[in-house]
């Protein structure tokens, strides 16, 4: 596992699968928030790709968040378009509602940057989110992620046009003290 201050991010555990399901993508605004493509229900039982792990792919890794202190799931997150060439990745995570708001999200962003600069010897992380998200944003930006441009309209979301904010860190700019 991997540890943060208050986060671990673990393997994906078959029964986290129907909480992460529940709480984060079967509610339509949630769900619609957090994945560029159109919402829909998943029939239970089949294999949703956003949750269900293929530990053979090479270009995404999947975690389950869980609190160290106690073990229980919080949320999920990936490092994904993991590029060996240019070296790149870029990061995303999804908190379940009840655990929002609480700097788990910070530690997360955090821990991801140790596994992407340390763990997998990359040279430069990013992140996309709606320009509305703010604690996404001030994660991304307590850990040194800098904002690089703005994607106007660029998410279609409920019945409108979103901007969204591309960040970006590169490896000599991480200061990992930083973030406690
Ligand atoms: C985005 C998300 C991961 C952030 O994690 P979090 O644990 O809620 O955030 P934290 O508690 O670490 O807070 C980070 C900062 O945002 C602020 N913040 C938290 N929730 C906020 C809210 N609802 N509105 C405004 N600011 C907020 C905190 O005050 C903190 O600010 P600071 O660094 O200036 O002190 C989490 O809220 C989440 O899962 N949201 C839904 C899914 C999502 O949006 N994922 C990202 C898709 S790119």
């Known amino acids: 596992m991997l540890k943060g201050n208050t986060v671990g991010l673990r393997a994906r555990h078959e029964d986290d699968i129907p909480v992460l399901r529940a709480e984060l993508f079967d509610d339509v605004v949630n769900g619609s928030r957090a994945d560029g493509r159109p919402w829909r229900p998943v029939t239970p039982g089949t294999k949703d790709p956003r949750l269900v792990v293929d530990d053979t792919e090479q270009g995404r890794v999947p975690f389950s968040v869980v609190d160290l202190a106690s073990g229980t ?47 997998r010897g990359l040279h430069r992380l990013q992140i996309e989110t709606l320009a509305d998200n703010t604690a996404m944003l001030r994660s991304a930006e307590r850990n040194g992620f800098v904002r690089e441009g703005v994607l106007r309209s660029s998410s279609w979301v409920l019945g409108e046009f979103l901007d969204e904010v591309l960040l970006g860190l590169l490896a000599e700019d991480w200061k990992p003290a930083a973030r406690s």
């Open 73 to 119: 799931l919080v949320g999920m997150a990936n490092l994904w378009g993991i590029d060996t060439h240019n070296r790149s990745a870029h990061i995303g995570l999804g908190l379940l509602p009840a655990a929002r708001g609480k700097g788990y999200g910070t530690d997360v962003v955090a821990v991801l940057c140790h596994y992407g600069f340390v763990v």
